[in-house]
Each structure stands twice: as structure tokens, then as C-alpha cells.
């Protein structure tokens, strides 16, 4: 059975950063494409990030050269780092494959406030 855990999510003022981290279990990252995820109160949840084969790398057009995805296949884990954050950024954040064939996992609250 996977299970997907996200954490590294906090309260941090405009313009700062935070990296996140989800590690999986049950599975081994290595197959497949993954993303990361993210559901704003009142919103749909969307992909703002994604690793996929061949190292192709996928931003949603608002995170673009502020967000970064990696994967550390041997350790199952998948890293998400965020810079010059935006109060736009808030959201619960959550990781899974791209596209999505796992149980979600609790997610990671980011909150960007000053």
C-alpha cells in the first residue's frame, strides 16, 4: 500500500522560501513521473510542479523561476523548493504522481503572510 507524507510547510512572510519534502512508501518513485500538488481554499486543486522521465522538468506558469522540483530516487523522496514566495502561494500542498494514481497523503500547509 503507498503512502505519501509531506512536510516542510509553515508561515513565512512575502518573499521568503521554504523547501518541502514528500516521502513515499509502498512504492518506488524511480517508475514514475511525480508531482507536486496544490489546493488554495475555494480552489481546485492543481499541479504546480513535475519530474518526469527523461528529466523533464514542468512549472505552472505563476511558480516559474521560483519554485524548483527534484527527486533523490535511492532515498523515495521528492523535494520541492520555493523562493520569493507570494501570499498567492498559500495553499495545502501535496505530492503524487504525475498524472495521479496514488492516495493523497495529508498534505503540507504553506501559508505566505506578513
Known amino acids: 500500500q503507498v503512502e505519501l507524507v509531506e512536510s516542510g510547510g509553515g508561515l513565512v512572510q512575502p518573499g521568503g522560501s521554504l523547501t518541502l519534502s514528500c516521502a513515499a512508501s509502498?512504492?518506488?518513485?524511480?517508475?514514475?513521473?511525480m508531482g507536486w500538488y496544490r489546493q488554495a481554499p475555494g480552489k481546485q486543486r492543481e499541479l504546480v510542479a513535475a519530474?518526469?522521465?527523461?528529466?523533464?522538468?514542468y512549472y505552472e506558469d505563476s511558480v516559474k523561476g521560483r519554485f524548483s522540483i527534484s527527486r533523490d530516487n535511492a532515498e523515495n523522496t521528492v523535494l520541492l523548493k520555493m523562493n520569493s514566495l507570494k501570499p498567492d502561494d498559500t495553499a495545502v500542498y501535496y505530492c503524487?504522481?504525475?498524472?495521479?494514481?496514488?492516495?493523497w497523503g495529508q498534505g503540507t500547509q504553506v501559508t505566505v503572510s506578513s
Open positions: 503524487n504522481t504525475d498524472p495521479i494514481l496514488w492516495p
Open positions: 509502498g512504492k518506488m518513485i524511480i517508475w514514475y513521473n
Open positions: 519530474s518526469r522521465s527523461g528529466g523533464r522538468l
